[in-house]
């Protein structure tokens, strides 16, 4: 999913592939972001042998379809706090704990911590928008933190409504966000079902080179993403990584190079790569 403005002319850029955009202008702020936590909830999974991920759950579920969230220690819980502030014996079957160890919260329960992870793409992209301060709402229009997390229904603290009702779908599957769950599963659960563990449960595990060039990037080699300018051009560009590659590892997924033009004050324009 992307955003365009069709009505503004696109920059004279020369065709070039992902490996070359991402090489020379580096993941957009919001790819960064999100791979990083991917990242290290892989890291986190394959150094415990305990894999948490937030799944579907709900009728008619696509076939082969993993999960649509590594958990990991940045993922937020739907009280506040990240699963690094919860106490992580998840596998344990005679006794699961997964309560907080600051609040009241009944067990981790994951909720989206970017709009880009629910589809709403475009509002990092508005000048005065604060990721930061971004929560996930109920159909009852107030967000998590209005919520009681210390009942199982998660009734909201500012007006009747009785249940926590998310209203968003998932960007991944496109299913309602009350139709997934927080799993884990310990390294042999995961390989008894096919899914993948160990190194090839890293983001972009099927594709390498590209994991490899928006790790630089990441770690700081590379510079920062949004510093760097098209040549001759005076545009800042950035790749647009897809969820959907992260989560799947489809690389085959259209990235786009994002083209931020100083005279339309601060609208990008997204140019397809091939």
Same mark, same amino acid.
């Given at each position: ?75 937020? =819980?739907? !009280? $506040? &706090?990240?699963?690094?502030? +919860?106490?992580?014996?998840?596998? %344990? @079957? ?5 309560? #907080? ?36 709402? =109920?159909? !009852? $229009? &107030?967000?998590?933190?209005? +919520?009681?997390?210390?009942?199982? %229904? @998660? ?5 009747? #409504? ?113």
């Amino acid at each position: 999913m992307r955003h365009a403005l069709t009505n503004v002319r696109n920059p004279a850029i020369p065709p070039m592939g992902m490996e070359e955009a991402l090489a020379q202008f580096g993941p957009s702020p919001g790819a960064q972001a999100m791979m990083t936590a991917e990242r290290e909830a892989a890291e986190e999974a394959i150094r415990t042998g305990i894999y948490g991920v937030w799944r579907y759950t709900g009728p008619q579920p696509e076939k082969g379809h993993d999960f649509c969230s590594r958990i990991g220690p940045q993922s937020r =819980c739907f !009280c $506040g &706090h990240t699963w690094s502030d +919860h106490h992580q014996r998840p596998t %344990d @079957r005679m006794r699961p704990d997964t309560t #907080c160890q600051h609040c009241s919260c009944v067990g981790f329960y994951f909720v989206p911590t970017r709009p880009e992870e629910i589809g709403e793409y475009w509002l990092p992209r508005r000048p005065e928008f604060n990721v930061a301060t971004w929560r996930a709402k =109920c159909r !009852c $229009g &107030h967000d998590h933190m209005a +919520h009681d997390p210390s009942r199982h %229904d @998660r009734p909201c603290r500012q007006c009747r #409504c009785c249940q926590w009702d998310p209203h968003y779908c998932c960007v991944v599957c496109n299913q309602m966000g009350k139709d997934h769950e927080s799993v884990w599963e310990t390294t042999a659960e995961r390989q008894a079902q096919g899914y993948p563990v160990g190194p090839e449960f890293i983001p972009l595990a099927e594709a390498p080179q590209i994991g490899a060039l928006s790790t630089s990037r990441l770690s700081g080699t590379r510079g920062a993403a949004r510093t760097t300018t098209a040549p001759l051009l005076g545009l800042k560009m950035s790749v647009d990584i897809p969820r959907t590659a992260m989560i799947r590892n489809v690389v085959t997924v259209d990235m786009t190079l994002r083209w931020d033009p100083p005279s339309r004050g601060g609208d990008e324009i997204d140019i397809p790569l091939r």
